[in-house]
């Protein structure tokens, strides 16, 4: 069984003032999926950041929302122009069976 671990954060990043980079490092982990709540805030402002600490970074463009649908629509186009891979969530499940 897998480690569980809860990241506490207080800014919109999960990176910044978290130890969760020095976790994925311990645990080897380069690849991350991201997804959840606020896709122009914290899910695009910890994509960026995971992007130039050089984890590679699959951003689920289904798998996030956001108040406006041109907030999540800018989010995307700015993300998969240079910060991440976008994957919808059907994607991602049906890769990971392949696999």
């Known amino acids: 069984m897998q480690k569980k671990y809860t990241i506490p954060k207080n800014t919109y990043s999960a990176f910044h003032g978290t130890d969760l980079e020095n976790k994925l490092?311990?645990?080897?982990?380069t690849?991350?999926?991201i997804g959840?709540?606020?896709?122009n805030l914290c899910c695009e402002t910890s994509a960026r950041d995971a992007?130039?600490?050089d984890f590679r970074v699959f951003f689920l463009a289904d798998g996030t929302s956001t108040?406006?649908?041109d907030f999540h629509?800018?989010?995307l186009k700015n993300l998969g122009y240079g910060f991440a891979t976008l994957i919808s969530c059907h994607r991602l499940v049906q890769?990971?069976?392949t696999k």
């Open 95 to 97: 890769s990971i069976k």
């Open 73 to 75: 629509l800018s989010t």
């Open 25 to 29: 490092r311990d645990l080897n982990i």
């Open 36 to 39: 959840g709540v606020m896709t």
């Open 67 to 69: 108040i406006s649908e």
């Open 31 to 33: 690849d991350l999926i």
């Open 51 to 53: 992007f130039v600490r």
